[in-house]
């Protein structure tokens, strides 16, 4: 079990002085299976009270409004997080008492839908039939589907941003976890899989010392449903979801959980800053 204090500060400067602006934060965990949540906090400045609701796809939400000029907002989210090994047993479900589990909540049909973002490519489709192909049982698919996305993507930063497709993505065979994601749940949704997009942070260091601190980022991975639960995989990092990994929000793509979003008064442009700190409590 890993004792995890993450602070994750983010915001928006704007090119002046703005008179308002709305906003929403998905940037605190909620306890939930192999994760336990002993402090989280979020602090706005400037200084704003907020509405925390949790929304349709279960992801804690701060809603807050500043109605006073400004020309900085800015956040940081702190949490102390338990986070325990996860158990990925072996499923085994046919593909007919896949789809039969599937229809019976709106949950899974949802997530069998594909979005803009991970619409997927003619060749990314044929290969997903083709694992399909190869195996009766639709869990040891997907892994395999996840598995060979990762592969073939090579991860770089500076090549996608956040409004990026997973066909975009594909074209370059480059992007970040978010694009990898996308591409996986197109693959995985392609072949009748449901699937979500799951946000939260990854500890990139899985030796550091107890009261190191290390430079983090937000993170993103898979999950698709198996017949009796949700089974999530690390497509980017070729990994099982683990003790490092900490959950935020789950969604049907990128959409569903940015950290921050938000709209402002104000004919000037706004860039975003972010820096997350990890540090290894116990």
């Avoid at 997903?128 to 040891?140: F, H, L, M, S």
Wanted: charge should be negative; glycine fraction near 8%; aromatic fraction near 8%.
């Amino acid at each position: 079990m890993n004792r995890l204090r993450i602070k994750h500060m983010t915001g928006f400067r704007y090119g002046g002085e703005v008179t308002a602006s709305y906003n929403e934060a998905r940037m605190l965990p909620t306890s939930s299976d192999g994760q336990f949540v002993l402090y989280s906090n979020l602090d706005i400045l400037p200084i704003s009270s907020h509405h925390t609701y949790v929304d349709y796809w279960g992801s804690r939400v701060s809603s807050f409004e500043i109605l006073t000029p400004h020309q900085e907002l800015a956040l940081t989210a702190t949490s102390l997080v338990e986070v325990r090994p996860r158990d990925h047993p072996q499923h085994v479900v046919t593909w007919e008492q896949l789809a039969t589990e599937a229809e019976r909540a709106t949950e899974y049909v949802e997530q069998r839908k594909q979005t803009k973002r991970t619409e997927p490519p003619a060749d990314v489709v044929e290969l997903a039939k083709e694992i399909v192909g190869d195996t009766d049982n639709p869990c040891d698919a997907a892994l395999a589907i996840c598995v060979r996305i990762g592969e073939s993507v090579e991860y770089m930063q500076g090549v996608t941003g956040v409004h990026t497709t997973a066909a975009e993505a594909w074209t370059h065979r480059k992007g970040v976890c978010q694009d990898i994601a996308h591409l996986a749940l197109g693959a995985l949704r392609s072949v009748g899989i449901p699937a979500r997009y799951v946000s939260g942070y990854l500890h990139p260091k899985p030796q550091a010392a107890i009261g190191e601190t290390v430079a983090g980022e937000s993170h993103a991975w898979v999950e698709w449903f198996c017949g009796d639960g949700w089974r999530g995989f690390d497509p980017t990092n070729q990994i099982d979801i683990g003790d490092r990994h900490v959950t935020i929000g789950h969604g049907r793509d990128y959409n569903d959980v940015p950290p921050l979003r938000g709209v402002y008064a104000g004919p000037f442009k706004s860039q975003l800053f972010v820096t997350v700190e990890i540090t290894r409590e116990s």
